[in-house]
T-cell receptor
Framework: AQTIHQWPVAEIKAVGSPLSLGCTIK??????LYWYWQATGGTLQQLFY??????VESVVQLNLSASRPKDDQFILSTEKLLLSHSGFYLC??????????FGPGTRLTVL | QQKVQQSPESLSVPEGGMASFNCTSS?????YFWWYRQHSGEGPKALM?????GDKKEGRFTAHLNKASLHVSLHIRDSQPSDSALYFC?????????????FGKGTHLHVLP
């Protein structure tokens, strides 16, 4: 069975500080991976997707970047956090029929 | 304009009642739909997909798609308190751009014991 692990579970960071969030997929070879952002109780905004190692496509510009250093790993980062970055970050992979399987998420609070 | 629009924003039903959600796409390229459910503090989970006109039933859940009007609905019969969650409609474009998935704003469901 495929599993998604996200780290950390939660972060409290200061405006202007750097950020790195991680996601690991187990049990699925060469997955298509996605990062989503969700404001509290809000809709899911797709941020990035990656089809293969080293290749990442940006869907929306939010002063964030993403990288895929390994087949099973997806990293979301920024050098300078903004207040507007607060929210719930979700990693997901795509199944054969395009269904999205989400991880447990990381809650980010920027103060 | 939001490409996937959901209604209502919030819904309260008594335990054992029927909950109904609506979703409309404003873009004819978005013809493949899913319903997702998200409990508070968790990642969303897919409930069901619907790609063809008509009804699709899975247990207490029934989805209906009308491709001509780009309208999809979800009905939950015999609603339970554990069904209380945020429900999303999601759609994707045709195969040439299959990586982009658009989610609606969601409907908050409250099932009252």
């Amino acid at each position: 069975a495929q599993t998604i692990h996200q780290w950390p579970v939660a972060e409290i960071k200061a405006v202007g500080s750097p950020l790195s969030l991680g996601c690991t997929i187990k049990g699925k070879s060469s997955p298509n991976l996605y990062w989503y952002w969700q404001a509290t109780g809000g809709t899911l905004q797709q941020l990035f997707y990656s089809i293969t190692v080293g290749q990442v496509e940006s869907v929306v510009q939010l002063n964030l970047s993403a990288s895929r250093p390994k087949d099973d790993q997806f990293i979301l980062s920024t050098e300078k956090l903004l207040l507007s970055h607060s929210g719930f970050y979700l990693c997901a992979f795509r199944d054969w029929d395009y269904e999205q399987y989400f991880g447990p998420g990381t809650r980010l609070t920027v103060l | 304009q939001q490409k996937v629009q959901q209604s209502p924003e919030s819904l309260s039903v008594p335990e054992g009642g029927m909950a109904s959600f609506n979703c409309t796409s404003s873009d004819r390229n978005f013809q493949y739909f899913w319903w997702y459910r998200q409990h508070s503090g968790e990642g969303p989970k897919a409930l069901m997909s619907i790609f063809s006109d008509g009804d699709k039933k899975e247990g207490r859940f029934t989805a209906h798609l009308n491709k001509a009007s780009l309208h999809v609905s979800l009905h939950i019969r015999d609603s339970q308190p554990s069904d209380s969650a945020l429900y999303f409609c999601a759609a994707r474009e045709d195969d040439t751009n299959a990586y982009k998935v658009i989610f609606g704003k969601g409907t908050h469901l409250h099932v009252l014991p």
